[in-house]
């Protein structure tokens, strides 16, 4: 079946500084992915969907200037969480759906985000 | 906008027990609906899929849910649960039709107990 790949799996930074996130689609071409988070004991919040080629579009409440989302390629979306928090903390997780069927949809293994 | 929610945050059976989570969502128009499940260590995974016909919707693992369009629910059940089902089960909706956006609950977390 599809896969859908995340890196780094886990990751720890400094109030302040820059982590980017990435989520490939290893098998099939997506021209749309989606980006998700979880906070502990609560649901899968998206957060933006990502589109190759053009702006992502942000869910109310998110803050674009602060999760910048790049689409460069038809494999590979970047979520980058820029001056982190530790209220950013979180589980950051993406998917991706196959072919034109959008439900399809194929979700990474996530990213655990820590900020300190 | 559309909502989901999942009444049974936690949910412990014995092997054998018979197994039903609800589910109620709320969206003025036609709907497509989801249940996927995370098992422990692993990614989201679709369960099972509701978009049009038959209201009872057989999905993998001897899992089953029914689209009830006057209550807005799509209830997961299975007849007897096994350890290995063991998971977090997240129902979730979106839209019909095109790109929509897919709307989950805030999951069910099922342990069974041998």
């Known amino acids: 079946g599809a896969v859908v790949s995340q890196h780094p799996s886990w990751v720890i930074c400094k109030s302040g500084t820059s982590v980017k996130i990435e989520c490939r689609s290893l098998?099939?071409?997506?021209?749309?992915m989606f980006w998700y988070r979880q906070f502990p004991k609560q649901s899968l919040m998206l957060m933006a969907t990502s589109n190759e080629g053009s702006k992502a579009t942000y869910e109310q409440g998110v803050e674009k200037d602060k999760f910048l989302i790049n689409h460069a390629s038809l494999t590979l979306s970047t979520l980058t969480v820029t001056s982190a928090h530790p209220e950013d903390s979180s589980f950051y997780i993406c998917s991706a759906p196959t072919g034109t069927s959008v439900y399809e949809q194929y979700f990474g293994p996530g990213t655990r985000l820590t900020v300190t | 906008a559309q909502s989901v929610s999942q009444h049974n945050h936690h949910v412990i059976l014995s092997e054998a027990a018979s197994l039903e989570l609800g589910c109620n969502y709320s969206y003025g128009g036609t709907v497509n609906l989801f249940w996927y499940v995370q098992y422990p260590g692993q990614h989201l995974q679709l369960l099972l899929k509701?978009?049009?016909?038959?209201?009872l919707v057989k999905g993998i693992k001897g899992f089953e849910a029914e689209f009830i369009k006057s209550k807005f629910s799509f209830n997961l059940r299975k007849p007897s649960v096994q350890w290995s089902d063991t998971a977090e089960y997240f129902c979730a909706v979106k839209a019909s039709g095109g790109y929509q956006k897919v709307t989950f609950g805030i999951g069910t977390k099922l342990q069974v107990i041998p």
């Open positions: 098998d099939f071409q997506a021209t749309t």
């Open positions: 509701y978009f049009s016909g038959d209201p």
